[in-house]
């Protein structure tokens, strides 16, 4: 910390002031200004006050910034829905997609009306013991654990953006959720063809059938999630002519986060022959809700399609196995968590390790190593000499 020049008070009188003599005299009304030096240079600035006791003021608070101190200010009132909007506001700036702020902004309604029915209007009333109250209404509204836990994400982080902008003296703490999440299960290749296999038997109309295998196959070979697989555009599919092959270049629907995966030409080829009446994607027709669409086309043919080739679901979202078989057989190859992460498009590494920590065949091998190697017969100890 560095320390503060010597600050000076003084008086500049006016012509009719009877103390015009002494600069330094307190007891007058006449305008009050500072002086003082640093590193050579000679500063001088109003004080903004007749009073000496103002000047004072003035004073410390020029040497706390000089000095690099930065003393407790208490907090102002700030309101609970100004805090949201400049939230918002941010995370609109960081490129956040339309779909997931309007989840954001369901969220935040929600809060602040539980809030409000509470008496609490400003960010500094929200305390832990109303959001302990608040969280306790998630079990009827979000019904999967997994649900909660990225609500409770997303509240911390509104928490944490009010922390840093000083609005609150620090984030309240949320409840831990506890997440019953299923166990991550990639298909096996024996799987996997004979999910390919099934597509006839489990879709009637051909057309169908083409445009079934074609997602299955899109979802295996880039890790793309369901919706950002049937909103694909036919221009996210482009011809790396440069390295011989074709690769998918898209945004991800939820996150905002962009992707960059090189897939099969054979695959980008049978995807890019699918038809469909809209030119710009190769599934959907860019009419209604993208994700009434996803949820429509995974109900009424992925999941029939999983159960004609007699795979087991793990979970409602069955097309997520396709998702968690692209990253587990990068990771068994040896490629690092971190580059399976940015091909996935998570925001953190966090979320990869949460799904796929123990799938990571470096990490793996490292520890069995260290295992094995303590197998070894220790050295026979040396017997000393009488």
Known sequence: MSTAPLITIFVRHSEDCKYKGDEFEKRCHCRKHLRWSSNGTQYRRKANTRSWAEAEQVKREIEDQLSGRTPEKPQEPRGLEECITLFLQDKTTQGI??????????????LRTYCETHGVYTIQGVTRELLTGFCATWKILYPSSVTRSKVKGRLSGFFKYCFESKWIARAPQLPRISVDAPETMPLTAAEYDRLLAAVPRAVSKPTEQVRTRALLQLMRWSGLAIRDALTLKRGEIQDDTAKGLYRVVTKRQKTGTHVSVPI??????????VPNGDPRYIFWDGKGSAKVFSGKFGERRVKPVFDEAQIPRVCQMVSHRLRDTFAVDLLEKGVPLEEVSKLLGHTSIRTTEKSYAKWVKGRQDRLDSLVVGTWAAPAPAKRRKR
């Open 97 to 110: 997609t339309h779909g997931v702020l309007t989840g954001y902004r369901l969220e935040f309604l929600r």
């Open 264 to 273: 099969p030409s054979d695959v980008a080829r049978e995807i890019l022959a």
